[in-house]
């Protein structure tokens, strides 16, 4: 029975986790990608829940069952996955038509495995097998089955390829690549499973890789537009934006931004410093040694307008800084209040605004 508890204690954790994550996702479903990882979180959730029922029911009848309602999740959950990366990756809703030709097959099987004069179709034999004391039930799939199973591994592959060729920018093009290794480890597991390797209950296999997706998702928690779209504003827009976590991290600069601290610092936009992440820790170092109430702001939920005047050379200029914080209600919060998540800096050149007004004075 000890093999046995320690399987349950496994699968019972994978269940409460992906619950979790299905009740998390929904709380943040503004996010982009939140409510396809909520559906693709759930169907992992039914995979766990049926393999834990089928491990304790004490027919042979109720095992085939739960097993049969396993592969729901089995089945679908690699779809969610491309779905997933679909929308995250900002693709057109051409991709978005095609999703459901990759139903065929899941829809296909479960047809099969439902129909007890069809399901030897795709099981070549179905055994139960006694193990120190505890009937297990052992399947053998035939090549169809296999073709099946191997449909499953080639859309896990695709949502990795969706994820790493999206034209993506910033934080969110290191979300997806994150996203990506999430979707790549649950792939290596599930392989070395099928494999032999790994002699553990599926269930479990599939929770590091969705703890991965969830953090690089929801670790910003920025602006809800398709991350293309927010790109196209993001980075056209002559102004400023800096956007910074709760923690008052920095963790997006568009180019005017960059261009803003270049200016202060008199730094060029040398090679080794195009990189977006030097900009994000040169950018906090400036504010945090220069500009107190602006790191101050970054830290707390509360909206401040106020100038920076930089002189370099004969040139001088002014910035209008407007700080705005991003409060999110939270879905399972249970006081229900308003939690500081980050905070939004735009930067305005007022330069001609200023001496506008210092002639008409």
């Known amino acids: 029975m000890g093999p046995m508890f320690a399987n349950l204690s496994l699968i019972s954790l994978a269940v409460v986790i992906n619950f979790s994550l299905v009740l998390y996702a929904l709380g943040k479903r503004r996010v982009v990608g939140a409510r396809a990882f909520a559906l693709m979180s759930f169907l992992s959730f039914i995979f766990s829940l049926?393999?834990?029922?089928?491990?304790?029911?004490?027919?042979?009848?109720?095992?085939?069952?739960?097993?049969?309602?396993?592969?729901?999740?089995?089945?679908?959950?690699?779809?969610?996955?491309?779905?997933?990366?679909?929308?995250?990756?900002?693709?057109?809703?051409?991709?978005?038509?095609?999703?459901?030709?990759?139903?065929?097959?899941p829809v296909a099987g479960l047809f099969f495995l439902f129909n007890p004069g069809l399901q030897m179709i795709l099981r070549e034999s179905i055994d139960f097998v006694e193990h120190n004391g505890v009937v297990q039930l052992i399947i053998r799939s035939t090549p169809l089955g296999m073709l099946v199973v191997f449909h499953s591994f080639l859309l896990m592959i695709g949502s990795i390829v969706l994820l790493l060729v999206a034209r993506l920018s910033g934080s969110f093009h290191y979300q997806a690549r994150l996203?990506?290794?999430?979707?790549?480890?649950?792939?290596?597991?599930?392989?070395?499973?099928?494999?032999?390797?790994?002699?553990?209950?599926?269930?479990?296999?599939?929770?590091?890789?969705?703890?991965?997706?969830?953090?690089?998702?929801?670790?910003?928690?920025?602006?809800?537009?398709?991350?293309?779209?927010?790109?196209?504003?993001?980075?056209?827009?002559?102004?400023g934006i800096l956007v910074s976590s709760s923690a008052g991290n920095i963790v997006d600069l568009n180019p005017y931004s960059r261009w803003f601290f270049q200016f202060l610092t008199g730094e060029s936009a040398r090679q080794e410093h195009s990189r977006a992440s030097f900009w994000y820790s040169r950018a906090q170092e400036i504010i945090s040694q220069n500009y107190?109430?602006?790191?101050?702001?970054?830290?707390?939920?509360?909206?401040?307008?106020?100038?920076?005047?930089?002189?370099?050379?004969?040139?001088?200029?002014?910035?209008?800084?407007?700080?705005?914080?991003?409060?999110?209600?939270?879905?399972?919060?249970?006081?229900?209040?308003?939690?500081?998540?980050?905070?939004?800096?735009?930067?305005?050149?007022?330069?001609a605004e200023k001496s506008e007004k210092a002639l008409l004075e």
Request: charged content about 15%; some cysteine; aromatic content about 14%.
């Open 292 to 351: 107190p109430r602006w790191h101050h702001g970054l830290l707390h939920p509360e909206y401040a307008e106020f100038d920076i005047e930089h002189e370099q050379g004969n040139q001088k200029r002014f910035f209008a800084i407007t700080m705005v914080p991003l409060l999110d209600r939270s879905f399972i919060s249970r006081d229900r209040v308003n939690r500081f998540s980050g905070c939004v800096s735009l930067i305005r050149d007022v330069t």
């Open 50 to 105: 049926a393999s834990f029922f089928e491990i304790v029911s004490s027919s042979q009848g109720g095992k085939l069952l739960w097993r049969n309602i396993a592969q729901i999740g089995n089945f679908f959950g690699p779809v969610s996955a491309v779905y997933l990366a679909l929308v995250f990756g900002g693709y057109s809703r051409t991709w978005l038509k095609v999703l459901p030709v990759f139903l065929i097959a």
């Open 179 to 239: 996203m990506a290794l999430g979707f790549a480890i649950t792939s290596i597991l599930l392989w070395l499973k099928a494999s032999g390797f790994i002699p553990t209950d599926m269930s479990i296999l599939y929770i590091p890789g969705a703890l991965i997706i969830a953090w690089s998702l929801f670790k910003y928690e920025m602006f809800s537009l398709p991350p293309v779209a927010r790109d196209k504003v993001f980075n056209e827009i002559q102004e």
